[in-house]
């Protein structure tokens, strides 16, 4: 499929079946597929749908892949844990129902993170997720699945999930495009919770001709959800509006430039900057914008997430979910009444364990007002910060924060959307399943560092590769570039991205 339509779903599922079959035992992109029988009976009715003029819309017939953490009762959700292997689940997540009513056919369940727990793509039950552009390469996590089946082209759209990155990081390593919607403008329903208040479903893809194509299906309120949010009730100015009183303002954070960027994550953010420029001339403006606090977004998210996910995964005990284990013996040969601590330690992995027994500290009695309260307040400080660059209104802090940015402030943030392209599988530590070193460790949790920030502020976020040869290095692996929107303003980010996209190729 491409941006400019579908000719036949029958053959582009065959296709795609074949792609999978073929690609997937070396990428290990996805944990489960639908039988092809299945699949191939919704791509004849679609086709006869097209033959009749009764097209569901511009996405009736298409294979996408669903990341293994939304809900499918037609296909297991697993989470990539063994806790949840195999699991069946008795409803669709609602952003799965929304694309299934739009004639969207989903082929299978992607690899990821456990439980999303990862920027690399290799704390999985079934092992880690190839890079598809270069197979001694992470794919990036937790989307990994995600992001290795769009970037090998087995689909051209599958559903991930982000919490801190887990959708931008993996389209930066793996070249494709990656959005994160404004918090609370997809549907929760149906994604299996890690931290509650930063989680959101997110789409990768080719283009983003796409992403906004799905975007429009899955972005509308959901009764369900609690956290979703109407945003018909709020106005943003078109794009075409606003250039039509101004040039386009791109403010760049001086903040993102980090001593440890290397050459080719600079080379291609500076060249974003001039290839906009370029393309647009005086309609647009590049504008220094100053974040100060941004450096307190990675220490607060990780008490934040780790402390939302102790929380959440106390579910699973081996009564209410996973498999119930044997009672063991003592040492005096006695049974031991230890079911939910023998399930939880042979259910998750280890990085699962080990963030889920820091939120626990964070959260105890002793810890609760020096750390959790605290990076609670750097986040306020942070999202305030994002206010005050930005020209349009944040109305749900409106009431809060003064508003007087309409003429200084900018329309989007371009920044990188990594510290630089893919790692080598062996260098994480994961290949073999060995338990990483402390600094590998504080590695993968520091390439958050990019993405981070929106989603404590739950501001809309895209990734795109920046296409050009000077831009590639190491076998052609890519440096993904981010732009940023106001909260709500999620319209704007699809319409520069495609202005940044055709500017790139």
Avoid at 50 to 58: A, C, N, V
Avoid at 155 to 170: F, H, M, N, Q
Wanted: charge should be neutral; include cysteine.
């Amino acid at each position: 499929m491409t941006a400019k339509g579908l000719a036949d779903s029958e053959r582009l599922v065959t296709s795609c079946i074949r792609a999978i079959g073929a690609a997937n035992p070396a990428l290990n992109a996805f944990s489960h597929v639908r039988d092809a029988a299945a699949l191939l009976d919704h791509a004849r009715r679609a086709n006869v749908r097209r033959r009749e003029g009764t097209t569901l819309g511009p996405l009736d017939g298409v294979p996408i892949a669903v990341k293994d953490n939304i809900c499918t009762k037609t296909q297991p959700t697993g989470c990539a844990s063994s806790f949840l292997k195999g699991c069946p689940s008795p409803f669709n997540a609602t952003c799965v129902e929304q694309l299934e009513a739009a004639g969207c056919i989903v082929v299978g369940k992607t690899n990821m993170d456990e439980f999303g727990m990862g920027s690399y793509g290799i704390h999985s039950v079934y092992g880690p997720v190839r890079n598809p552009l270069s197979l001694d390469r992470v794919a990036g996590g937790s989307s990994s699945g995600s992001a290795a089946a769009v970037a090998s082209g087995i689909v051209d759209i599958a559903l991930g999930s982000d919490t801190g990155g887990s959708v931008r990081l993996p389209a930066s390593y793996c070249g494709v495009v990656g959005f994160k919607p404004s918090y609370g403008r997809f549907s929760r329903w149906g994604l299996v919770a890690y931290a509650s208040s930063l989680d959101t479903v997110g789409i990768l893809s080719h283009d983003v001709t796409l992403a906004s194509r799905v975007f429009e299906v899955i972005s509308r309120h959901d009764p369900k959800d609690a956290t979703s949010v109407d945003f018909s009730q709020f106005h943003y100015e078109p794009l075409r509006e606003r250039m039509s009183k101004r040039p386009l303002r791109i403010g760049v954070p001086r903040e993102f430039l980090l001593p440890s960027l290397p050459p080719s994550t600079l080379n291609a953010w500076s060249r974003a900057v001039t290839r906009i420029e370029q393309r647009l001339g005086s309609a647009v403006s590049i504008v220094p914008v100053t974040l100060p606090h941004l450096p307190l977004a990675l220490p607060a998210y990780y008490v934040l997430a780790p402390a939302e996910a102790s929380s959440n995964l106390a579910r699973f005990d081996g009564v209410r979910f996973g498999a119930i284990v044997d009672e063991t013996d003592d040492a005096n040969g006695e049974k031991e009444s230890n079911l939910f601590s023998e399930a939880r330690t042979r259910g998750f992995g280890k990085e699962v364990q080990r963030r889920i027994l820091l939120g626990t500290y964070i959260l105890s009695a002793g810890s609760y007002k020096s750390y959790y309260e605290q990076a609670q307040s750097l986040r306020r400080i942070v999202q305030q910060d994002f206010d005050a660059v930005f020209a349009a209104r944040n109305f749900a802090h409106e009431s809060a924060i003064p508003f007087s940015n309409t003429s200084s402030g900018v329309d989007v943030l371009l920044t990188p959307a990594a510290l630089g392209p893919a790692p080598l599988v062996d260098s994480t530590g994961g290949d073999s399943g060995a338990v990483p070193s402390g600094g590998q460790k504080a590695t993968e949790y520091a390439n958050d560092v990019m993405t981070v920030p929106a989603s404590l502020a739950g501001i809309p976020a895209i990734v795109l590769p920046c296409g050009g040869s000077e831009n590639w290095i190491d076998a052609a692996l890519p440096v993904g570039i981010q732009l940023m929107a106001q909260y709500g303003d999620d319209q704007l980010l699809f319409e520069v991205g495609k202005m940044l996209e055709e500017a790139c190729k």
